[in-house]
């Protein structure tokens, strides 16, 4: 773990990245940052998680830092030993932690929280689409007030480009910089349930698969919806036995 701060006091916002070893889109988006004159308005820390994986290359060391929260001091385990550690760093204040995917190329954002200030630090991402899933998993965003945005395809410039983006956009909007700012008022999709299996996938996240629709197939096999569903983080490489997940709009008025 590599953490910067910014700004005078204790840091009231964190901006996490790489907490996956195979995604550096988010170490470099905090580096290439943070080489920029900015005018630190609030206090603010960067931390860039699993840097033993990072140099490794691998995911993780020993198990998902991302599921390991939050984490445990005494643990064998790397990862929760490593989760432990940043959980002191970043109780009390609030997240935006960047990833990517191997199944959407734009920014989309996830939670586990929704209240109003997830609400508003999601739509200070600016992103178009967020998901909710309900139980945080150990993952860290569900431990303190947090979003994660899922900024391109995984080993891409553009990720990394939009990564950085995120970042600036997020940080005007919460005023920890100056700069131009939008805040955008994403449609958000709740998890129903996964899709299990290794499946060739035929259909768009985000886009609505309709009841009957062949959205998979494998050797033949075709997988048709049972439901009208809408696809979210499903690719036909990005998961080991999982194909993605299923998740259905939320009426407006309840967010």
Known sequence: MKVY???????????????????????????KFLEEDQNFQKPVQFIIGNEKALEQGERFVDVDLNRSFPGDSESEKHEERLASKI??????????????TRSYPLAFGTFCQLNEVTRDLMRSAAVKNAVLFPEDNGTMHGHVNGVVVEAGFQGTDMAE????????????AQGVIEGEFRKSDPEIFEYTGAVEGDWNFLAQNFKLVEEG??????DGEKLRADEDFYPVLMSTNGYDGQLGFKSQKMDKSKH
Do not use: C, W
Not at 90 to 97: P, R
Not at 161 to 172: E, R
Not at 213 to 218: L, N, R
């Open 213 to 218: 629709q062949v959205y998979a197939e494998k």
């Open 87 to 100: 959980m002191q760093k970043i109780e009390g204040t609030k997240l935006l932690d960047i990833h990517t």
């Open 5 to 31: 701060k910014r700004g005078e006091g204790e840091p009231e916002f964190t901006v996490a990245g790489s907490l996956h070893g195979d995604e550096p889109a988010g170490k470099n988006a905090i580096e």
């Open 161 to 172: 480009m939009n990564a950085i983006g995120v970042i600036k956009n997020f940080l005007s």
